[in-house]
């Protein structure tokens, strides 16, 4: 039993003993991520992980960071707190896997105006969940209640991960060559970016986010828009084992021309077909409702591909079947061609 408490800390609106059940509650979910290099528990001061570097020559280390935004004003809304976790992992594996890394370990940061321990035991097994798709370890994190700072009923969340891979495999695009394909991979939806302009086109404070809506298949706005980001980390590490992989792109915020850019080097571009794009209805309800032009659509948002691959024009077919194989609806969206542009939809 824990004998910590503090009345003069509750009565300025700080409640440990809340922290205290909250720990309690969410510790099922966090042992169902335990991985093999896990050697600390929760409570400590710092999570520990044994790396395992069995045929690994030359491992390096790669970090990656990132929160949900304002998706979680959904959450908010919505009461709904179980998926938000799964955003936050997922907008750090997706990440890391773009340069062939292998996620090892997770932390997550919670901030809130009060500390609600079931709220954030919902919250960390959402956490867990994205850990489990991924293959990481929710080793630590820290919840920080602060009154005044933060209204009672809101939060905020980020998580940052770490993985490793060998220098000798890293997905660097110095292999990319004219003539190779670009390969997509789908998006479960508008993901975790973009929500700002989503909040504003669909005025979600003053509307039922419960209401089913036909454009979107009888499901409700809250529903999909909050639909949890994809995690992509299983399937893509299936790919690097059998087919070269020359560059891989996360789609988030900035779209297709910020993000896709990113992995293809100088004097080479990455032409997009834009009717090979298979758009999903929320996008297609968003640029109707908000008047968006298709430019500024696919410059904010992912359209439906959550991540772009780019392989050679040979090894296509191999890719798709391994992906397909994976429960991925792989298609090719564009190839690699000669240009300065570096990205170009047509």
Same mark, same amino acid.
């Given at each position: 039993m824990n004998d910590s408490y503090s009345n003069s800390y509750k009565a300025a609106g700080v409640d440990i003993t809340a922290g205290y059940r909250a720990v309690e509650l969410m510790k099922s979910h966090i042992a169902r991520t335990t991985t093999?290099?896990?050697?600390? /528990?929760?409570? #400590?001061?710092?999570?520990?992980?044994?790396?395992?570097?069995?045929?690994?020559?030359r491992p390096v280390l790669v970090s990656g960071t990132d929160g949900v935004g304002t998706k979680l004003k959904l959450a908010f809304l919505t009461g709904r707190h179980d998926t938000v976790g799964i955003d936050c992992v997922a907008m750090c594996v997706n990440d890391i896997i773009c340069c062939g890394a292998r996620p090892l370990y997770f932390l997550d940061y919670i901030a809130c105006g009060r500390n609600i321990p079931e709220r954030i035991m919902a919250i960390v097994k959402g956490v867990a969940?994205?850990?489990?798709?991924s293959g990481a370890a929710l080793i630590g994190g820290e919840t920080a209640e602060m009154p005044g700072f933060y209204p009672e009923d809101e939060y905020d969340l980020a998580g940052y991960c770490t993985g490793v891979v060998d220098k000798s495999k890293i997905i660097d695009n110095t292999r990319m060559r004219e003539g190779d394909v670009v390969i997509?991979?789908?998006?479960?939806?508008?993901?975790?970016?973009?929500?700002?302009l989503v909040r504003r086109v669909f005025d979600v404070e003053?509307?039922?986010?419960?209401?089913?809506?036909? &454009?979107l298949g009888g499901k409700s706005l809250g529903e999909t828009l909050l639909t949890p980001t994809r995690i992509y980390v299983r399937p893509v590490l299936e790919l690097f084992e059998r087919v070269q992989v020359k560059g891989i792109s996360h789609i988030t915020g900035g779209g297709f021309y910020e993000n896709i850019p990113r992995s293809v080097p100088d004097g080479l571009c990455a032409r997009i077909q834009k009717d090979n794009v298979r758009v999903l209805p929320i996008f297609?309800?968003?640029?109707?409702? #908000?008047?968006?032009?298709?430019r500024d659509m696919f410059n904010t948002f992912n359209m439906g591909v959550g991540m772009s691959i780019v392989v050679?024009?040979?090894?296509? /077919?191999? &890719?798709? /079947? !391994?992906?397909?194989?994976c429960g991925e609806d792989a298609y090719l969206i564009g190839e !690699?061609?000669?240009?300065? /542009?570096?990205i170009e939809l047509i």
């Open positions: 093999a290099g896990v050697c600390s /528990d929760v409570g #400590g001061f710092g999570g520990m992980f044994e790396l395992d570097l069995s045929g690994i020559e969940d994205g850990c489990v798709l997509a991979l789908p998006s479960s939806g508008v993901h975790s970016n973009g929500f700002s003053h509307t039922d986010l419960s209401a089913p809506i036909a &454009a297609r309800l968003l640029m109707e409702r #908000g008047g968006i032009s298709e050679a024009e040979g090894d296509a /077919d191999t &890719a798709l /079947d !391994i992906l397909h194989a !690699i061609v000669r240009s300065h /542009d570096r």
